[in-house]
């Protein structure tokens, strides 16, 4: 059975910094492109990064240069680090796993979500 | 960076069938995929490439892509179909998931 377990978040003030994880079972990471998403209150989902098979990574406009995607192949978890953290990055953080062709991707599976409150 | 474009708010009776849009410039020549997500849950894929369906989702839900516009259908709506839909094509130049804004299916 497939399982993405996210932890982490919790309150943060601007301009502070917290660690997401993704416990994957079911799967190793490196065989699937693995991604977050997040949901602002009351809002829609809003794509935010993903980490491909190689290892590359990429990122939406507004949390380049400040998020950074990693994993542990060792623990098949994946990680969001979040840096110089905006009122507005307030969101439940998803944790995604993709299936992709050659022509496109979505997500077939995801995590619960974890709360991330950014405020002071 | 592309745009989805979906309505905010479809009203439906129940036993009704429901469209939900999702406009993009030449969407058509795109593959879209549609999810449900429910008050407190995680979204789920419930139709995929335009128009397959995930093992477990009824087949009164159905998907198709033409032009400007890609249509998420619901056929014999019940009370738990309530919840919101969202649209999502890859965009490959940018490797960027795109997902519309959400529409909030309300059944009356």
């Known amino acids: 059975e497939v399982q993405l377990v996210e932890s982490g978040g919790g309150l943060v003030q601007p301009g502070g910094t917290e660690r997401l994880s993704c416990a994957v079972s079911?799967?190793?990471?490196?065989?699937?492109?693995m991604g977050w998403v997040r949901q602002g209150p009351g809002k829609g989902l809003e794509w935010v990064s993903v980490?491909?098979?190689?290892?590359?990574?990429n990122y939406a406009d507004s949390v380049k240069g400040r998020f950074t995607i990693s994993r542990d192949i060792s623990k098949n978890t994946i990680y969001l680090q979040m840096n110089s953290l905006r009122v507005d990055d307030t969101a439940v953080y998803y944790c995604?796993?993709?299936?992709?062709?050659?022509?496109?991707?979505?997500?077939?599976?995801w995590g619960q979500g974890t709360l991330v409150t950014s405020s002071s | 960076s592309y745009v989805l474009t979906q309505p905010p708010s479809v009203s439906v009776a129940p036993g009704k069938t429901a469209s939900i849009t999702c406009g993009g410039i030449?969407?058509?020549?795109?593959?879209v995929h549609w999810y449900q997500q429910k008050p407190g849950q995680a979204p789920l894929v419930i139709i995929y490439?335009?128009?397959d369906r995930p093992s477990g989702i009824p087949d009164r839900f159905s998907g198709s892509n033409s032009g400007n516009t890609a249509t998420l259908t619901i056929s014999r709506v019940e009370a738990g179909d309530e919840a919101d839909y969202y649209c999502?094509?890859?965009?490959?130049?940018?490797?960027?998931?795109?997902f519309g804004g959400g529409t909030k299916l309300t059944v009356l």
């Open positions: 995604a796993s993709l299936y992709c062709t050659s022509a496109t991707c979505y997500i077939d599976y």
């Open positions: 079911g799967f190793p990471v490196v065989d699937n492109y």
């Open positions: 980490i491909y098979k190689g290892g590359t990574t």
């Open positions: 030449n969407i058509g020549s795109q593959s």
């Open positions: 490439t335009d128009s």
């Open positions: 999502q094509v890859w965009e490959s130049i940018s490797d960027h998931c795109v």
